[in-house]
């Protein structure tokens, strides 16, 4: 996929993107090019830049973009902060969701809304009418509404943690979601709760980057395109059916075949 030329239709566009972290460069050139309506998988193994990339699209400030743009509806985000492109419409579903011992998950929510969609959004609905909302949503991705009582991932278990993220997802309803190892942590059940959490906010008018160690997830969030990320480069780019192929071949199949343009 070549996005070396800006396109009116993108959504969120990436051009030789080069990423350090700590003086070490990790990304080392990356193109991508995502429109509405598309799902794209960025496939690779450990240690290649995939958590990289997604923290870099988001704004953590331990990741320092060297080279390149990341365009956002045709503006440059590169240097704006974390919460000025949330509120532009990216949202990042974490690896490692992090604890926030004394802040419920209602209020967490509330501020969230509010921060992103404005206070006149927020205002709109009472605090018991937030909290009966609120709870119906939690009861919508498998948990218990209770959960709406609890300090922010504090003694969630592993599936807890990520179908909270899913829920973050539904009702910040951002542009472009970016999911990084969504997959990590669920069992099966989990897992098909959580994709359909996913599939339930996509539609037309937005776009997901998934961040994927194996094929699974993709099974239930079906991609557009398949991208496979090693040593810091994008060296092969597909459809579903690449994904299919690195589950049974591996990434060392990549590796002896040179990549799709021979490029490793």
């Known amino acids: 996929m070549n996005s070396a030329v800006k396109d009116s239709k993108s959504l969120l566009l990436i051009r030789d993107l080069h990423v350090s972290v700590e003086g070490k460069e990790i990304l080392k050139g990356i193109d991508l090019d995502i429109k509405r309506g598309e799902i794209h998988a960025i496939m690779g193994p450990n240690g290649s830049g995939k958590s990289t990339l997604a923290m870099a699209i988001m704004g953590h400030p331990s990741y320092r973009i060297e080279k390149g743009e990341i365009l956002l509806k045709g503006e440059d985000i590169s240097r704006l902060p974390a919460d000025e492109r949330a509120r532009l419409g990216l949202f990042l579903c974490f690896q490692y969701p992090v604890s926030v011992e004394g802040v419920s998950v209602a ?3 509330r501020s969230a809304l509010s921060a992103v969609k ?9 605090i018991p009418r937030f909290k009966l909302y609120l709870k119906e949503r939690i009861k919508e991705i498998g948990l218990n509404p209770e959960l709406a009582k609890r300090y922010v991932n504090d003694g969630f278990s592993g599936g807890e943690k990520k179908r909270f993220e899913i829920l973050q997802l539904q009702l910040l309803e951002p542009e472009i979601a970016i999911l990084d190892e969504m997959d990590s942590g669920l069992d099966i059940d989990a897992l098909k709760i959580a994709s359909d959490g996913v599939m339930k906010y996509f539609n037309p008018e937005r776009a997901i980057l998934m961040i994927t160690h194996y094929q699974r997830i993709l099974n239930y969030v079906k991609p557009h395109f398949v991208h496979v990320l090693m040593d810091g480069k994008i060296v ?9 192929q690195l ?3 591996g990434y060392q199949w990549v590796k002896e075949n040179g990549g799709k343009d021979g490029k490793v």
């Open 107 to 109: 209020n967490f929510m």
């Open 118 to 126: 404005g206070r006149e959004f927020i205002e709109k609905m009472s």
């Open 236 to 244: 092969q780019s597909g459809g579903l059916e690449l994904s299919q």
């Open 247 to 249: 589950e049974e071949k």
